[in-house]
Each structure stands twice: as C-alpha cells, then as structure tokens.
C-alpha cells in the first residue's frame, strides 16, 4: 500500500483493534448495523436517480462500477454486489481486509477488497461511476487531499457519496459521550471532536476538490424507538451528501 499524506496512522490503529467485530450484531460496529438501513437507502436513491435506473429491477445497479473506500468489514460492499454493480471495496487498515473477504465468499459474492488508499487507487488511474466516502473523512490527515483524491477516482458525470458527524455540542454529546462513554458501543477515543466537519465545511471541501454538491439530508437516531431515520432538515449529528463530477 502507498503511504500517503492523508492517512492518520493512529485512526488506522483503532479500526484495525476492531476488525473481527465487523459482522457481529452485538459488537462494536453495533451503530453501523443499525444506520446501515437508511445509509442503503440513501445510497440506491441517489445512484438510482444519476444513473436512471429502477430499483425495482433484481439488478438495478448492473454495468455500474462502484468504489467503497474506507469499507470495512463490507456492510456496504454486499449490498451493493447483490445490486448488480461491480464492487470494489478499499480500506487503509489492512485487519479489515481478510474479514471482508471472508464474508464475501462466505455469501457467494464476488467483490475486489483491496488494501490501499484512494490516493494509490487515484495515481493507478482507477475509474468509477460511484464513490461510497461513509464516515471516513472525519478520520483523516488530510480532508482536502483525500476528497480531491475521490474526486480524481470519479469518471464524468459519476456520483460521490459521503457522510460524517457535524461539530456542536449536541453531536459531542451524542457521538462521544452517548455512543462511547454511556452506551458503550464504540471504545473511548474512536472519534474526535475537533476533527468533526460542518455541513458548511464538507460543502466547502467537496467544491474545492473540484465536485458539484446537490444534496445533504441527516441521519437521525430515535433513543425512544432506538430507531434511524433520514431528515431534510435535522443535520445535526449524523448527516451525508451527495456530489457529482462535472463532465466538462
């Protein structure tokens, strides 16, 4: 893998602890297996309406090929595969990899995993229709650099999607303290507040990286029904974008 100017060697670190919790219900990636409904749902939509296609078809995503940098154990990597589109699924802890393999096989599916950076995959010359960038820009060295890296791994007209945690006081209290000090579903130190990103910044950065955003909604977690939905207007916490490529 490249080393690159963007990747925080000690982020790296806490995900790599957690890398055999990927696909466990009950673990520490918990939070995720429960947003990863409306994330989905966000996710077709938004490819759906760039590409034109019908969600109802059994492959709707087919002839489409898809990026998921930062990917995890691939909870969103399947998802996408059993769309039809062309996966690949990257991440700069190299834990992370095996375990997706694994599962991937383990469901009958074909997806590339790959141990590298979206900044190597750029250099290579890499092309997708679609960049998945979930909850990884708040962990970087280097936002600019690597939204411009996504940029780059964008063909034309291709659709970049990303989502992070605002900075206020109410997302410290409910990323940080709820989430890892009272609920316990993340270890202390997982996130950092100061490198939380505004609705404001992000828009800022994506522009600057050389994308056009058009569309941010919130993620929204109901403690009362335990419960994720998606917003128009509370951005507040959780919240994801969506940004395309110009083809001129």
Same mark, same amino acid.
């Given at each position: 893998m490249s080393a690159t100017n963007t990747v925080d060697p000690s982020e790296i670190?806490?995900? $790599?602890?957690?890398a055999a919790e990927w696909w466990d219900l009950n673990g520490?990636?918990?939070p995720l297996h429960m947003m990863n409904p409306v994330r989905l749902d966000y996710i077709t939509r938004q490819i759906a309406a760039e590409f034109g296609r019908d969600l109802t078809e059994p492959?709707?995503?087919?002839?489409?090929r898809i990026l998921d940098i930062g990917c995890g154990g691939g909870l969103l990597c399947e998802p996408m595969a +059993?769309?039809? #589109?062309?996966?690949?699924?990257? /991440? #700069? =802890?190299?834990?992370?990899?095996?375990?997706a393999m694994v599962h991937a $096989?383990?469901?009958?599916? /074909?997806?590339?995993? +790959?141990?590298?950076? =979206? $900044?190597?995959?750029a250099d290579a010359g890499e092309q997708f229709d679609a960049v998945l960038n979930m909850e990884v820009v708040e962990h970087v060295a280097d936002p600019l650099g690597y939204l411009t890296?996504?940029?780059?791994?964008l063909k034309p007209g291709g659709i970049h999607i990303c989502s992070t945690i605002n900075r206020n006081p109410k997302s410290f209290a409910m990323a940080i303290v709820g989430a890892e000090w009272v609920m316990r579903w993340l270890p202390k130190g997982t996130h950092e507040w100061a490198k939380f990103i505004t609705p404001d910044e992000l828009f800022s950065l994506i522009?600057?990286?050389g994308m056009t955003p058009v569309d941010r909604k919130g993620f929204v977690f109901n403690f009362a029904r335990f419960t994720w939905s998606i917003s128009d207007r509370d951005l507040s916490?959780?919240?994801?974008? =969506?940004?395309?490529?110009?083809?001129?």
């Open positions: 670190a806490k995900f $790599e602890a957690m520490k990636f918990k492959k709707p995503f087919e002839g489409l +059993r769309l039809g #589109a062309t996966v690949v699924g990257a /991440d #700069a =802890a190299a834990g992370n990899i095996p375990v $096989e383990q469901s009958g599916l /074909d997806i590339d995993y +790959r141990h590298v950076t =979206a $900044e190597a995959l890296a996504c940029q780059q791994l522009k600057n990286a916490v959780n919240y994801v974008t =969506a940004a395309t490529k110009p083809i001129t």
